[in-house]
């Protein structure tokens, strides 16, 4: 019996992975998240939460405006430290790793993050935003046989996202970074999708520096766009 049974799995899966194509993936991917419309109606996100590093609790905080800034507070032992960008400049801050004074992001460092700025992500109307979706078939996740999709932005920047095929969420996203000269893949797997205002987010997100679980997730709600303003005295 096994040995009948192994080709139809090989076979349903050749199957399966021959069937989809990038567009119906993404299309189910963004229906199972709220929908396309719902998603076009988000135009600021905030989210808070905390993390354990090396025993320390840190405290997390993304603050994002559609297209207009992203921004990251951290607050270790007392210590708070930010990062943020809008699309033509951007600061740092971390007193944690030894920094004085904040700094104007390097114009690498910036063009990195101006994907980060769409809140809606990138998959939602892909096409018109210049970037491209390429399906590249079937790829286990820990155990979990998922779609994988090669998204390369306007701005180059490449990721690769693992869609779980029972309810098409986004499960993990391999993403091509540059620091300090080098290019390195950084590795970012999601979980626990809840509803917020009628789209789904998730409110575990983990790397390689550690998990960070949000207790509070707030879409549409006022942001002060001073949040974004270069830092006084600099």
């Avoid at 080709?7 to 991917?29: C, M």
């Avoid at 990195?112 to 939602?124: A, K």
Wanted: charged share 25%.
């Amino acid at each position: 019996m096994k040995k009948i049974l192994l080709p139809l799995v090989l076979l349903f899966s050749a199957f399966l992975s021959q069937a989809q194509t990038a567009d119906e993936i993404v299309e189910k991917h963004l229906a199972a998240i709220g929908g396309k419309d719902a998603w076009r109606k988000v135009s600021s996100v905030v989210m808070e939460g905390s993390m354990n590093v090396m025993g320390r609790d840190v405290l997390v905080k993304i603050t994002q405006i559609h297209n207009k800034g992203s921004r990251q507070d951290l607050n270790v032992a007392g210590m708070t430290g930010y990062m943020f960008s809008t699309p033509t400049s951007g600061w740092v801050f971390m007193p944690f790793q030894g920094q004085q004074k904040p700094e104007p992001m390097t114009p690498e460092d910036l063009k990195e993050s101006i994907d980060d700025l769409d809140v809606q992500g990138n998959l939602l109307d892909y096409k018109q935003k210049g970037h491209s979706v390429e399906y590249l078939g079937m790829e286990d996740v820990e155990g979990t046989e998922c779609y994988k999709l090669k998204v390369t932005t306007k701005n180059g920047n490449e990721s690769t996202l693992f869609i779980d095929p029972a309810n098409h969420y986004i499960i993990r996203s391999v993403s091509k970074r540059k620091a300090m000269g080098q290019e390195m893949e950084v590795k970012t797997d999601l979980s626990d999708y809840r509803d917020v205002n009628g789209v789904k987010v998730p409110f575990s997100v983990t790397q390689p520096f550690g998990t960070v679980v949000f207790s509070t997730v707030k879409i549409n709600e006022a942001v002060d766009e001073k949040l974004f303003a270069a830092p006084s005295g600099r």
